[in-house]
């Protein structure tokens, strides 16, 4: 049985820095992808980033245009946890930041209808 807890959110002001983590169990990441996804309020769910170990043994990560060179996602699979860097924040970035896990065999890397498990999130919120 596939499990996502995250934790991490909190209050910043615009500039600032946040860790999100996201502790996985049930199955391994070079069969599914942990992806991060952000819901602010009145919007749709849209995917922040994603990452998988490849067949190479290697970490692979992709990234919404909104957030590249501002968050990082990594995974630690001795702890069994993807974290999410989140530097620069902006009041925009302000939303409930959940982690899911879908199967790697399927292609849209941040495409939330393809994630199969979901945390119950946690509210991030940028002041300006």
């Known amino acids: 049985q596939v499990q996502l807890v995250e934790s991490g959110g909190g209050s910043v002001q615009a500039g600032g820095s946040l860790r999100l983590s996201c502790a996985f169990s049930?199955?391994?990441?070079?069969?599914?992808?942990t992806g991060w996804f952000r819901q602010a309020r009145g919007n749709e769910r849209e995917g922040v980033a994603s990452?998988?170990?490849?067949?190479?043994?290697?970490?692979?990560?992709y990234y919404a245009d909104s957030v590249k060179g501002r968050f990082t996602i990594t995974l630690d699979n001795a702890k069994n946890t993807v974290y999410l860097q989140m530097n620069k924040l902006k009041p925009e970035d302000t939303a409930i930041y959940y982690c899911?896990?879908?199967?790697?065999?399927?292609?849209?890397?941040?495409?939330?209808?393809?994630?199969?498990?979901w945390g119950q999130g946690t509210q991030v919120t940028v002041s300006s």
């Open positions: 049930g199955y391994t990441s070079t069969k599914y992808r």
């Open positions: 899911a896990a879908g199967p790697t065999y399927l292609s849209r890397v941040l495409g939330a209808s393809d994630y199969r498990d």
């Open positions: 990452i998988e170990t490849g067949r190479d043994g290697a970490a692979h990560t």
